[in-house]
């Protein structure tokens, strides 16, 4: 059987993104003509807004322009990292829309005036954050590696459980035990 040049099973991934890593911009190039219009249907459904899908691609190639160098072709394939880099930022997208609320001049100046005082009262609390974290990496220290991991990758990078799997090349549903147990770990550490 013959794979046609523009299916994807024939497109070297890895190779253009280390080309993209090495500032080849026809590697860019290649992987927009490729995948462009599947990531816009991934932003698409996660954003449910064309031109918020359209912002997300644009971004997500910048990142995947500044960022190719960081891809490790040991954690997963080179398709997986380009849709998880879109992904994630359509979910940050999504995340950050949310937050978002119209207000009045007035409403606008109390929430100003509040925000002053609680920042007041953070500086408060930032030793004691400081503190927190400090217990936090302590607390991952103690994980075993492979659960650390895991728990990294799914609280910090955004990675479902099967993106996970698929990373570390370890079955689903020992990823999702490691993440349960470790969660579990954290939390007694951290009491």
């Not at 280390?18 to 996660?46: K, T």
Request: charged letters at 25%; glycine letters at 6%; proline letters at 2%.
């Amino acid at each position: 059987m013959t794979i046609a040049p523009d299916t994807p099973a024939s497109f070297d991934y890895e190779q253009c993104l280390r080309n993209c890593a090495r500032g080849d911009r026809q590697a860019l190039q290649d992987i927009y003509r490729h995948e462009s219009r599947y990531l816009l249907g991934v932003a698409l459904r996660i954003v449910r807004q064309r031109q918020q899908a359209e912002d997300v691609l644009h971004d997500a190639f910048v990142a995947i322009w500044t960022k190719a160098a960081s891809f490790d072709a040991t954690l997963g394939s080179g398709r997986g990292w380009i849709y998880s880099v879109t992904r994630n930022l359509a979910l940050n997208s999504v995340r950050n829309g949310a937050r978002e609320v119209s207000v009045d001049e007035e409403t606008a100046e109390a929430l100003d005036a509040q925000t002053s005082m609680q920042a007041h009262h953070q500086l408060a609390d930032a030793f004691e954050m400081h503190v927190s974290l400090g217990r936090l990496n302590d607390c991952l220290s103690r994980l075993e590696p492979a659960r650390r991991n895991c728990i990294l990758y799914a609280y910090v990078d955004g990675c479902s459980h099967g993106e996970i799997a698929e990373r570390t090349q370890t079955p689903l549903g020992t990823v999702k035990a490691w993440i349960k147990r470790g969660m579990g770990s954290l939390r007694e550490c951290m009491a």
